[in-house]
């Protein structure tokens, strides 16, 4: 039951057309974290990399698999629609989560 009064509270609040200028100021406005002192952004990119050539290389033989596996349960939501949400949902959160 309180639940479904913050749903109400969130779904009225969201309704009113002052929120979504408050949002807008947010975007435009409001500087982003990485304009604070001490953020270095020299070597982000070269990290990024990095970072993700090293996480993907234990998963190289799997990834034909896996690819298989999700174009299928994407088909099986097509066609079964919401029986197999769950096992959808599942399944992206055990190989995102890794």
Aim: no cysteine; aromatic share 16%.
């Amino acid at each position: 039951m309180r639940t479904l009064r913050s749903y109400g509270r969130l779904e009225d609040l969201t309704g009113r057309w002052w929120f979504y200028l408050l949002l807008l100021y947010i975007y435009f406005f409001a500087p982003p974290y990485s304009s604070t002192a001490g953020f270095i952004t020299e070597g982000a990119s070269e990290l990024v990399a990095e970072v993700l050539s090293r996480s993907l290389k234990p998963y190289k033989p799997f990834m034909p698999t896996l690819h298989i596996v999700v174009i299928l349960l994407i088909a099986a939501l097509l066609v079964y629609g919401s029986r197999v949400r769950k096992l959808f949902t599942a399944f992206m959160g055990v190989t995102t989560s890794s």
